[in-house]
Nanobody, 124 residues
Framework: QIQLLESGGDSVQGGGSLRLSCAASGAVVSNYCMAWFRHPPGKEREGVARIHSDGSTVYSASALRRFTISRDNTKNTVYLEMNNLKPEDSAMYYC??????????????????WGKGTQVIVSS
């Protein structure tokens, strides 16, 4: 079973950038659909970006043109590069995985494997 460990969360000012990492063990990330979800305080968990095993990517409307999801197969790690951060991006960010050809951002229920999260705080 794949194990996921997120890192890179921090407190930054609006307009700043962060790169989140999701290091995987126990399985090869390139065989999985990998996604980033976030859980803002007082709101529901929402999908941010996902990268399919074939390398294709999908982004939420809020992440499009600001965030980039990528995968380094040599490090068995998935990244989320976040630019032009806004206070509304503040949340706990989670890495998730599913070994399936069908994966999206519509529901967290589609991902059985999760990391423990990393906190992002963006101040105005």
């Amino acid at each position: 079973q794949i194990q996921l460990l997120e890192s890179g969360g921090d407190s930054v000012q609006g307009g700043g950038s962060l790169r989140l990492s999701c290091a995987a063990s126990g399985a090869v990330v390139s065989n999985y659909c990998m996604a980033w979800f976030r859980h803002p305080p007082g709101k529901e968990r929402e999908g941010v970006a996902r990268i399919h095993s074939d390398g294709s990517t999908v982004y939420s409307a809020s992440a499009l043109r600001r965030f980039t999801i990528s995968r380094d197969n040599t490090k068995n790690t998935v990244y989320l590069e976040m630019n032009n951060l806004k206070p509304e991006d503040s949340a706990m960010y989670y890495c998730a995985a599913v070994r399936s050809a069908f994966c999206g951002l519509g529901s967290a229920l589609g991902y059985p494997d999760w990391g423990k999260g990393t906190q992002v705080i963006v101040s105005s």
